[in-house]
């Protein structure tokens, strides 16, 4: 197919699941355009529905196809890049797109109550049981790291989408906080934060002048 894809996202500070697959066209090597809509306005609706009637960014546009949903965009780009968005090794691929799914389906608690907010650093939010389930979910994830390790610092040894999954998550923690986590999942976070394919990301979210009063959680 010819021409670059366009990815619709949103505020670059706030919109997770348009961070997910910017942050794996990334380490594919697949040059994207961009359409920034800012979120939480009365036209964002009806702008995102220009793309996609189900009105929810990010949505990838290649051609005449029209792809929503964080992880279909995510096959999607890896099937571009020859497979190369998951482990090459059959169980690895199973187990990565399995952590994938539970991060695309799962963590609500997380995710609703310590929103991403790249700018911010140094919040604070009350752990309630669900929370603390969640990071002990994530903890592991991160720390689980021991049987790709001779292939390099990620989640299954090369960059895959599951990293790309929980690059967010990564965020989140380095905002509210790195309790509960271990130090290999410590280590997980600050190498995914600083990644230096994320950083054009992060500088143009330090960027945004939005304020999104009710992603703005924690003291
Ligand atoms: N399941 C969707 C979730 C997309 C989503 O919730 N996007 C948010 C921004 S991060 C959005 O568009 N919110 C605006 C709205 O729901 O009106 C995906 O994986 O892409």
Known sequence: MNGRPLLVIGNRN??????????????????????????????FHAEVCRYWPGGRVPVLIH?????????????YLSELA??????????ERAHARALAAEMHAGFA????????????????VTSTTALARDIARI??????????????????????????????????????GYEGLSSQAIEYVERATSDPLAATWVRDAQAETEVIEHEEVGH
């Open 63 to 75: 051609g005449a196809l029209v792809i929503p949903e964080s992880i279909a965009i995510m096959e």
């Open 109 to 124: 608690t997380l995710r609703s109550l310590c929103p991403m907010n790249i700018r911010a650093t140094g919040r604070h």
């Open 14 to 43: 706030y919109s997770s699941w348009s961070l997910r697959p910017w942050i794996l066209a990334q380490h594919l090597g697949i040059a994207l355009d961009i359409q920034r809509i800012v979120l939480d306005t009365p036209t």
């Open 82 to 91: 020859d497979g190369l968005g998951w482990p090459a090794e059959q169980q």
């Open 139 to 176: 903890n592991a994830i991160f720390s689980d790291r021991s049987h790709a390790a001779d292939r390099g610092p990620w989640l299954f040894g090369h960059y895959s989408a599951a990293d790309a999954m929980y690059l967010p998550v990564a965020f989140r923690l380095r905002t509210y």
